[in-house]
């Protein structure tokens, strides 16, 4: 509401006409602002905000909702935040519904049992959302997963492909390049420290790490099991440890970084004895010491991508069986190098 001037009057609920004003721009591009519309460049929506912010405009969103069917939210189920992948995930997806003009409503879930995923789905949809996000349904699986008809939906989880539009890293690929770059050093085979056996994106990387030993014709020794912690892969030093271990392939960074000081407190030099990859490219993977080859997971174009899919269901009313494969390229740096007893080069 505003004064005979044209101010906002003090105490009163600001309008989007007020907000239109101070902004210097249409009620239409308002409008646009609020409801998540892409058609409003960076500099102009940042003015829209700043002004909403100033006046402490809030959108109706009931209101929203009756007129152009849309609530401006989006729901995004997580399992496990305190692991470094599913947290930097849901930041992406964050980021990305954030810059489209949505807010997020996250659930994350204590179990990865599919009567878990169902009751977080449930206390989703009854806070109004537009669509959903799945980071990680774990043992859910499209025949269990029980979702509202007609609800938007988008998973960063393989087994959905084909039931629901679906992104991810190409956890196969990568964990294969990371084994094929330790086998063209020399390496007669590779130890695998795998993630937990109720991940699915450990059990893909195991896929790829016993797909290019099967491949390459070298033995395929039995993998160990971690926790996603750096912990669990210090653990793991008194097995990678004994003769015989000459790489070892790691499904995360931070196993790899137990696993390192392990070897560095029993006396086996990185790389000189045991060359070790990881798996994310986490921010610290490149300080560690030594720097640590490592395959990257481009979290910010997932993020980016499971938004756009899932919005083009929200304002297209179209459901989609669309899959998007983000490339997960082998970053090679100091912790990988030829074994102590290979030829020397000609």
């Known amino acids: 509401m505003t004064s005979g001037s ?18 210097g721009v249409s009620p239409t591009t308002v409008s646009r602002v609020s409801m998540g519309f892409d058609n409003v460049k960076p500099a102009t929506r940042r ?15 009931a209101a929203r909702a009756l007129r152009y069917g849309s609530f401006g939210t989006i729901g995004v189920i997580a399992h496990r935040l305190a692991r470094t992948g599913e947290s930097r995930q849901v930041e992406a997806v964050v980021e990305a519904a954030r810059e489209a003009g949505y807010t997020v409503t996250l659930v994350d879930v204590d179990s990865p049992q599919s009567d878990e995923v169902d009751q977080a789905v449930q206390r989703l949809t009854q806070q109004s959302i537009d669509g959903l996000v799945i980071i990680r349904a774990e043992t859910a699986t ?4 029980a979702l509202p008809p007609g609800l938007p939906v988008v998973v960063s989880d393989s087994r959905f492909v084909g039931s629901h539009p679906a992104v991810g890293a190409d956890q196969v690929g990568g964990a294969r390049a990371a084994v094929e770059h330790l ?75 137990g696993l390192v000081r392990a070897l560095h407190e029993r006396g086996r030099q990185v790389p000189g004895e045991v060359s070790v990859v990881g798996f994310d490219d986490i921010p ?3 300080y560690l010491w030594p720097p640590l080859t490592t395959v990257r997971q481009d979290f910010g174009r997932i993020g980016a991508e499971l938004i756009e899919l899932l919005l083009r269901q929200v304002r297209e009313h179209a459901s989609s069986d669309a899959r998007i494969v983000v490339p997960a390229p082998l970053v090679v740096r100091a912790s990988t190098a030829p074994p102590p007893d290979a030829a020397p080069a000609p």
């Open 142 to 145: 499209p025949a269990t997963l």
């Open 284 to 286: 610290l993977a490149g």
């Open 6 to 23: 044209g101010a906002p009057v003090p105490g009163a609920r600001a309008s989007i006409g007020d907000v239109a004003r101070v902004a």
């Open 183 to 257: 086998l063209a050093l020399g390496h007669v085979t590779v130890h695998h420290l795998a993630g937990p056996v109720d991940s699915v994106p450990a059990l893909l990387r195991v896929q790829g790490w016993r797909e290019a030993l099967e491949a390459a014709g070298r033995p395929v020794p039995e993998p160990w099991t971690g926790d996603w912690t750096a912990g669990s892969g210090y653990d793991a030093g008194e097995l990678a440890g004994g003769d015989g271990v000459t790489a070892v392939f790691c499904a995360n960074d931070e196993m790899a970084a």
């Open 47 to 61: 003015k829209v905000l700043d002004a909403m912010a100033e006046l402490g405009y809030s959108p109706n969103h």
